[in-house]
């Protein structure tokens, strides 16, 4: 199973960016999707999270300004980001909770990380 993760990039300031995620491989489910991100000398942070159902949930210095959605039949998971400030600076990797086997239980799968720089 490999997460595919795309649409990083420099913005300005007040700017929007999409993030992409697919996951491929040897998949019979995709349970939760969700996007992290780890700015420089800090940790990785969860920034928003969706179910199967669609379901969301966001940290709150996102909330308003982003929205994440998938798209279930392409096992892809999608960042929309509007609004952007310096402070989103950071690489962004994507998760995924997958079930490789009917019967078995769902694994961690991550994206290999997409660099997100807001700059003037």
């Known amino acids: 199973v490999q997460l595919q993760a795309s649409g990083g990039g420099l913005v300005q300031p007040g700017g929007s960016l999409r993030l992409s995620c697919a996951a491929s491989?040897?998949?019979?489910?995709?349970?939760?999707m969700g996007w992290y991100r780890q700015a420089p000398g800090k940790q990785r942070e969860l920034v928003a999270t969706i179910t199967s159902g669609g379901t969301t949930n966001y940290r709150d210095s996102v909330k308003d300004r982003w929205i994440i959605s998938r798209a279930n039949a392409k096992n892809t998971v999608y960042l929309q980001m509007n609004s952007l400030k310096p402070e989103d600076t950071a690489v962004y990797y994507c998760n995924a909770k997958i079930v490789r086997y009917a019967g078995t239980w769902s694994n961690d799968y991550w994206g290999q990380g997409t660099l997100v720089t807001v700059s003037s």
């Open positions: 491989g040897n998949i019979f489910s995709v349970d939760d």
